[in-house]
């Protein structure tokens, strides 16, 4: 049996990233954003979603640009601690000990310390509510060389262990059940 619940946003898991923003050194910046996702494959597109009163809002509309920083069980605490304290008041890089790295197309720093770091541009800023949607072009991925599998030439996200949010928590993925395309494949 099931019962009505109070309308809300219960589409989990969510990737748990890090966006990091900032043109230059002074105002670099990360936030933490479970309200991101793929908008569309070609062109590739993503979107965040960012309250107007975070201090990021502010540099990501000025700059148009950030990079979507996928995190990992290791960096789970720096990723939660980057959620709940302020720019304004910290410098995230260097209290949670997280190496800037240079993307190759747009201004914003990259976390190293990420597996898979997006690049973006933003094309279009919707205000919805609680949160302005950020709906960006992906114009770069830098992704970390040690998770490239040989054999296939995939990106193995099983083996950069990635962290998810759900409902306010955050886990570890679990085991690989299957890929795209397995329930209906010839044997």
């Given at each position: 049996?099931?019962?009505?619940?109070?309308?809300?946003?219960?589409?989990?898991?969510?990737?748990?990233?890090?966006?990091?923003?900032?043109?230059?050194?002074?105002?670099?910046?990360?936030?933490?954003?479970?309200?991101?996702?793929?908008?569309?494959?070609?062109?590739?597109?993503?979107?965040?979603?960012?309250?107007?009163?975070?201090?990021?809002?502010?540099?990501?509309?000025?700059?148009?640009?950030?990079?979507?920083?996928?995190?990992?069980?290791?960096?789970?605490?720096?990723?939660?601690w980057?959620?709940?304290?302020?720019?304004?008041?910290?410098?995230?890089?260097?209290?949670?000990?997280?190496?800037?790295?240079?993307?190759?197309?747009?201004?914003?720093?990259?976390?190293?310390?990420?597996?898979?770091?997006?690049?973006?541009?933003?094309k279009?800023?919707?205000?919805?509510?609680?949160?302005?949607?950020?709906?960006?072009?992906?114009?770069?991925?830098?992704?970390?060389?040690?998770?490239?599998?040989?054999t296939?030439?995939?990106?193995?996200?099983?083996?950069?262990?990635?962290?998810?949010?759900?409902?306010?928590?955050?886990?570890?993925?679990?085991?690989?059940?299957?890929?795209?395309?397995?329930?209906?494949?010839?044997?």
């Amino acid at each position: 049996m099931k019962h009505d619940w109070k309308p809300g946003t219960m589409i989990y898991p969510l990737p748990a990233v890090m966006v990091s923003c900032g043109s230059e050194p002074s105002e670099y910046n990360i936030l933490t954003i479970a309200w991101v996702g793929t908008i569309c494959s070609n062109p590739p597109m993503c979107y965040i979603s960012v309250r107007p009163e975070r201090h990021s809002h502010a540099i990501l509309t000025r700059n148009m640009e950030y990079v979507i920083n996928l995190t990992t069980v290791e960096m789970a605490r720096a990723t939660d601690w980057c959620g709940v304290v302020s720019g304004r008041d910290h410098h995230k890089f260097e209290e949670m000990k997280l190496t800037v790295g240079k993307a190759s197309v747009v201004r914003a720093p990259l976390i190293e310390e990420s597996p898979l770091c997006i690049e973006c541009r933003v094309k279009e800023v919707m205000a919805l509510g609680s949160h302005d949607m950020f709906i960006s072009e992906v114009v770069n991925v830098k992704a970390d060389d040690r998770y490239f599998d040989s054999t296939s030439g995939k990106f193995d996200m099983q083996s950069a262990n990635l962290m998810a949010y759900i409902h306010g928590n955050y886990y570890g993925l679990g085991e690989l059940i299957g890929h795209f395309g397995w329930s209906v494949k010839k044997k």
